[in-house]
């Protein structure tokens, strides 16, 4: 699956609702998501790590989706397949 149609794909599923909530409150939720990816990770839980992952990610989508943001777009401009720090691939950042 692309990125766009994951996007694509969460906007046909969950849009309304998003639209409806409004982005302070997505973002909320998806801030209690990044709470549990925390958990999953203190707790060594290798199984809830990989749903905890997939619920950020979903929720991001989201975001994206109810700002208009194209994330491979935006992604991409950020991350243009080298460091945004020190251009290169891979990174010699130290940290
Ligand atoms: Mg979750
Ligand atoms: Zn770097």
Known sequence: MEISEFQKFMYDLYAHN????????????????????AEAIRRNDMENLREELADCFAWI???????????????????????????????????
């Open 61 to 95: 989508g989201a975001l994206a989706n109810l700002y208009d943001i194209d994330l491979e777009k935006a992604f991409l401009e950020k991350y243009p397949l080298v460091c945004p720090t020190c251009r290169k691939n891979p990174c010699i950042c130290t940290d």
């Open 18 to 37: 998003d639209k409806r909530r409004g982005g302070p409150a997505t973002t909320l939720w998806l801030v209690e998501e990044v709470g549990e990816l």
